[in-house]
């Protein structure tokens, strides 16, 4: 599971273990890291032109002495102070180890730009002289190591209201902070390579599953599981305006844990439903849980659904269903599955402002109505009401097709009959949609449809991996 602290949190902990070391040591340790990961990155030291942007602050100094000991290996170091407070020692040791102070001009000929302008202590934005040099990188086709973070981006929120550094990697101390999960700010970091430097760190404020976490939580069949004790999903979904839907969503659902899927909706609905998948039952009955709303379009029973709500049965709400969410049920069990533009809705917010502001807005939903948020998108953000945001990481931009959202709906609530609840149920979900998602799209651009086909086989891969 990667884990990602706040500032706060991160700046805490550096103190507490800053007063039991020798001055200067954690810094050295993020240094040597950074400079391990730099002559990785770059496939070598020796003779390589390294360009170091420098801002005030210790990240500053952390590019610095990561560039005394790249030049002490060969590297030809050239440092751009773009401060006349840049960490003063740092420069020395620069020096003695035979780097130089030059400006931005260096960058036409450089293998590497390392982004030392600010760290965990920057406010969102980079100031004109900063932005400069950044841009003749890009310019030139420098490539750009971040260092801790990339600047300009709000580190907290993953927010981006400015201009700030598109970097090819990201060298990160200690822990994840906020920003290298979730978008935008996510996508300007590229691969983000952790180096431990002792921290000993509080609950994290986000977390995101990996491959281990998948397989500890995917609810596998035992040798005594029959259809019923694997769990029965109803699907409420589909309408005579977007029978696809409910075809779409019982795909995923199929595709999911489930022992069987129960399908409840229009009689004509129901006949598309079969004709694609022979295995499910029409027809009220028993379920562990639901999946209500994908595709109801205007034929939406709202009474109905408010009624599901309010039973015991853990529900996906999904797309239209969403209308039924009110801020004063006991909703606990309920995963509700919202684009940018229907949390909008729901909140009453612009759809632009969802999606500059993900974490925050995932996370006022959850707790405005006592329900888990699952918010699609770039990054997948799924906020309990406790307080708990799981974001999803490997998403593609290949997830960006009509129907996916019912597969996820229908793979969500199979996990949710299966006995997951609406946390792990939403972010096992994402992870498997999105590994599919990638998986499909190895054979050309996907639909719904293959996305759905591509999960067994996504599921499989994860499942038996042993990493
Ligand atoms: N505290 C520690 O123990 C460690 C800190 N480390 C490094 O130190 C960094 C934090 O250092 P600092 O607290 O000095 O903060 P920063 O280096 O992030 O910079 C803060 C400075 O930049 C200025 N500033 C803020 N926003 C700006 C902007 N948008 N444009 C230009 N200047 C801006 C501030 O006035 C302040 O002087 C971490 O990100 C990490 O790289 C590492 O060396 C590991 C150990
Ligand atoms: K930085």
């Known amino acids: 599971m990667r884990r990602a602290h706040t500032v706060e949190q991160v700046r805490s902990a550096e103190a507490d273990l800053m007063a039991r070391l020798p001055e200067g040591t954690l810094m050295q340790r993020a240094a040597g890291g950074l400079a391990v990961a730099l002559g990785n990155f770059m496939g070598g030291v020796y003779g390589r032109r390294v360009v170091l942007l420098v801002g005030s602050g210790d990240n500053?100094?952390?590019?610095?002495?990561?560039?005394?000991?790249?030049?002490?290996?060969?590297?030809?170091?050239?440092?751009?102070?773009?401060?006349?407070?840049?960490?003063?020692a740092g420069v020395e040791a620069l020096r003695l180890a035979g780097g130089r102070i030059g400006d931005a001009d260096e960058l036409a000929h450089a293998d590497v730009a390392v982004d030392g302008i600010v760290g965990i202590g920057g406010r969102p934005g980079l100031k004109p002289e900063a932005l400069a040099a950044v841009r003749r990188a890009e310019q030139h086709g420098v490539p750009i190591v971040a260092v801790d973070v990339p600047s300009g981006?709000?580190?907290?929120?993953?927010?981006?209201?400015?201009?700030?550094?598109?970097?090819?990697?990201?060298?990160?101390?200690?822990?994840?902070?906020?920003?290298?999960?979730?978008?935008?700010?996510?996508?300007?970091?590229?691969?983000?390579?952790?180096?431990?430097?002792?921290?000993?760190?509080?609950?994290?404020?986000?977390?995101?599953?990996?491959?281990?976490?998948i397989r500890a939580l995917y609810p596998v069949p035992r040798g005594e599981s029959d259809?019923?004790?694997?769990?029965?999903?109803?699907?409420?979904?589909?309408?005579?305006q977007y029978p696809g839907a409910a075809v779409i969503a019982t795909s995923g659902a199929l595709a999911g844990p489930v022992g069987m899927v129960r399908y409840v909706g229009p009689d004509a609905v129901a006949a598309e439903v079969r004709a694609e998948h022979p295995e499910i039952v029409a027809g009220e009955g028993r379920?562990?849980?639901?999946?209500?709303?994908?595709?109801?379009?205007?034929?939406?029973?709202?009474?109905?659904i408010r009624a599901l709500l309010d039973a015991e049965e853990p529900v996906v709400l999904d797309a239209d269903g969403l209308k039924a969410l009110d801020e004063s049920g006991d909703h606990d069990g309920i995963l509700a599955t919202p684009h940018a533009g229907e949390l909008g809705r729901l909140?009453?917010?612009?759809?632009?402002?969802i999606e500059a502001e993900r974490l925050k807005y995932a996370r006022v939903a959850a707790e405005r109505f006592d329900v888990t948020f699952l918010l699609k998108g770039s990054t997948t953000v799924v906020a309990a009401p406790d307080g708990q945001v799981r974001v999803n990481t490997n998403g593609t931009p290949w997830l960006a097709t009509a129907g996916s959202g019912d597969v996820l709906a229908g793979l969500c609530g199979a996990l949710l009959a299966a006995g997951l609840n609406p946390l792990d149920a939403g972010s096992v979900g994402a992870y498997l949609h999105a590994a599919a998602a990638r998986l499909a799209s190895a054979y050309g651009p996907v639909t719904a449809m293959r996305i759905a086909g591509a999960l067994p086989e996504a599921t499989?891969?994860?499942l038996d991996r042993r990493d």
Not at 291 to 297: F, T, V
């Open 60 to 88: 500053g100094g952390d590019a610095l002495y990561a560039g005394e000991k790249l030049a002490r290996r060969g590297a030809q170091v050239t440092a751009v102070l773009l401060s006349d407070k840049a960490h003063p």
């Open 460 to 462: 499989r891969r994860i």
């Open 227 to 240: 259809k019923y004790s694997r769990g029965v999903l109803g699907l409420l979904a589909g309408s005579a």
């Open 287 to 304: 379920v562990q849980a639901w999946a209500i709303g994908s595709g109801l379009g205007d034929e939406l029973d709202l009474p109905r």
């Open 347 to 353: 909140l009453g917010v612009e759809r632009s402002a």
């Open 153 to 213: 981006v709000d580190v907290d929120t993953g927010e981006t209201p400015a201009e700030h550094v598109r970097a090819a990697l990201t060298v990160t101390f200690g822990t994840h902070k906020v920003c290298h999960l979730i978008d935008p700010a996510a996508s300007a970091c590229g691969p983000v390579h952790l180096v431990d430097i002792g921290l000993d760190l509080p609950d994290p404020a986000a977390t995101a599953l990996q491959g281990p976490d």
